[in-house]
């Protein structure tokens, strides 16, 4: 769901991600794709996204509400968006969020980033690769 519908990075000139990650993206993409079927995927996605991270992230660029907006965050230094109020643990991540990162990030925030005011957590695999699919 962040990659596919908010993995905009032209919106903010930032780089696009490597070939390497590319490649990578692509061959998780296909992989997910003969796991899940990617309609419900991306549905599910949604859904978890509205039920897990919406009352604090919006995905429009420009609003924030508890965090950051989260539109272009596949590409995104951490603690980058202007306004958002950011802890000292995340403006001291020295992190480009890619996939991973978030995956692993989303499985435990505090254990990634300790001290970071984002406490919300998704252990389950399948929900974090909705999310960020
Ligand atoms: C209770 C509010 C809350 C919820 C719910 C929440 N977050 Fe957050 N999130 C935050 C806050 C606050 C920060 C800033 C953390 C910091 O500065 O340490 C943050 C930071 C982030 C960041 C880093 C953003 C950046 O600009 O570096 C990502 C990515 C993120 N959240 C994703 C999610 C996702 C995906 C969900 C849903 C599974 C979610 N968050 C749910 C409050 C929340």
Aim: net charge positive; glycine share 10%; proline share 8%.
């Amino acid at each position: 769901m962040i990659y596919g519908r908010l993995h905009d990075p032209s919106a903010y000139g930032r780089p696009q991600p490597g070939r390497q990650v590319r490649a990578l993206l692509a061959v998780h993409s296909a992989v997910a794709g003969l796991l899940t079927p990617l309609p419900t995927a991306e549905a599910d996605g949604e859904r978890l996204f509205r039920q897990r991270c919406a009352s604090c992230h919006a995905v429009e660029p420009g609003r924030n509400k508890a965090g950051p907006h989260l539109a272009g965050i596949v590409g995104r230094p951490a603690a980058s968006v202007d306004g958002a109020r950011y802890s000292k643990a995340m403006q001291s991540a020295a992190i480009t969020w890619d996939w991973q990162l978030l995956d692993t990030f989303l499985a435990a925030p505090s254990r990634m980033v300790p001290g970071t005011r984002m406490t919300v957590r998704v252990p389950d695999s399948a929900h974090r690769t909705a999310i960020i699919g």
